[in-house]
């Protein structure tokens, strides 16, 4: 990547990622949203995500990467926001494989990861993905997936929903009346089309799931991170839900 790059506290790579997509009903997922931050809509539609993949060659500015501590799975649930004239993902929920990944994660960015088991496998073509929520004092919740991805890849053109739905350089979390982002940079995703069949789902029960569902398949990105930065406009009334 680009000097553009310069300033980051942390690499990542992520693979054989999905995005499985479906539109949902604004007001309602205004309800579910911190009242600092407003749903982002794309021709009028909400949307909300689930994306599973794999993370690995983890590390720190400035420190190598630590083989055990490298790699994990995660599966989160997400949706698109704004706050002011800034676009980015809202975090529902990131359900991941290593438990030291998780309590860092929660005590550094106060983002809202959960322990759970969870296993990939691939046979060069098909990808298995499952997820069993294992976190004390919050609900249960298992995933089972097979995708395969189709045909080549290409990059989304500015303007469309695939490019809507996947190419975001923020993140958002709201801690008491303060509004924080992480800035986020990658290559354009390269995306392709993907068979999806969903065996065993109740991660997505509290999210209005939809079978009518857009997806889209990245098989490799190298991710940058930046420090979470406060970003809470003084001065100015907060969204009403």
């Known amino acids: ?12 790579t992520w693979e054989d990622l999905l995005f499985l997509h479906w539109s949902v009903d604004r007001d309602w997922l ?3 949203l911190p009242p600092q931050l407003e749903v982002d809509t794309f021709e009028g539609k909400a949307w909300i995500g689930i994306v599973p993949f794999e993370m690995n060659q983890i590390r720190f500015r400035g420190l190598p990467s630590v083989p055990f501590a490298s790699k994990l799975l995660e599966l989160n649930v997400r949706t698109y926001v704004k706050y002011g004239q ?11 494989s290593h438990k030291a990944g998780v309590m860092m994660a929660r005590n550094l960015f106060h983002l809202p990861y959960l322990q759970a088991k969870m296993g990939k496998k691939s046979d060069g073509k098909q990808i298995s993905f499952w997820s069993s929520r294992t976190h004390k004092g919050v609900e249960k919740a298992d995933y089972h997936i097979i995708y395969e991805p189709l045909g080549t890849s290409y990059e989304a053109r500015k ?9 975001r350089d923020r993140l958002f979390i709201v801690r008491g009346n303060k509004v924080f982002q992480g800035k986020i940079k990658h290559d354009r995703w390269p995306l392709q089309k993907v068979d999806v069949a969903v065996l065993r789902d109740t991660l997505s029960h509290p999210y209005h799931y939809s079978d009518q569902v857009v997806t889209h398949f990245s098989k490799k990105v190298t991710t940058y991170l930046w420090p979470f930065e406060n970003v809470t406009q003084t001065g100015k009334p907060l969204h009403i839900k």
């Open 86 to 96: 800034k676009r980015g993902v809202y975090f529902f929920s990131l359900d991941a």
């Open 1 to 12: 990547m680009s000097p553009r790059t310069s300033g980051w506290i942390m690499k990542q």
């Open 159 to 167: 303007g469309d929903l695939d490019f809507w739905l996947t190419e």
């Open 30 to 32: 205004q309800s579910m």
